[in-house]
């Protein structure tokens, strides 16, 4: 299948963080966003599966008044209606979530949405959709979701390349050693969750992150 024209900006930066609740405190979250920024971040996802509704929104309401004061886009994972509530700059959507048809009624124009892929046909098909970019994954395997679906590998990520036109993330057990290869590949940035979490500095290793190469094959 030739490659697709790229079209349109990615609204991350090389490395997208996923600041999930289930891993962070309320004072690792708002110390990570703000390490996050200073690095040159420009995005970050905040997920939080196994919480109820109102602590969903309590921890996004917090998450949010931080990154206004560091100038940094927030999304939230799923909840479009917490989005909306909070003032976040967007959401991040599942393939059984909220249609991003539906979303983007909600959120308005401005709003920036993402969609979960799993394989070139889901990419195929919502690179039609009305969203901003597309997450393709898992690539490697990974301990923070356990979804029962094969992984892609970089060259699964390569063919995803090739149908969609729209900004792509790689997500699903990511390194440092295996990002530069989906780079090169032609992705667009990489998802990252837990490989943040070791970091006894973690602005300067989101700069590492950030300073990966641009080379692409």
Known sequence: MPEIARSGRAPFS????????????????STGIRSLAKAGVRLVQLRAKNLSGAEFYRWALAAREVSRECGIRLLVNDRVDIALLVGADGVHLGQDDLSPEGARKILGDSAIIGLSTHDVAEALRADALPVDYLAIGPIFETSTKTSGR???????????RAVTAKPLVA???????????????????????????????????????MNLGETRE
């Open 14 to 29: 090389r490395l997208y963080p996923i600041l999930d609740a289930s891993l962070e405190t309320p004072d690792t979250l």
């Open 171 to 209: 997500i699903g057990g990511i390194t440092l050693e295996t990002a530069p290869a989906l780079l090169r590949a032609g992705l667009d940035g990489v998802a990252v969750i837990s490989a943040l979490k070791t970091a006894q500095d973690l602005e300067q290793l989101a700069r590492t992150w």
């Open 150 to 160: 094969s992984t892609l590998g970089v060259e699964g990520a390569r063919a995803a």
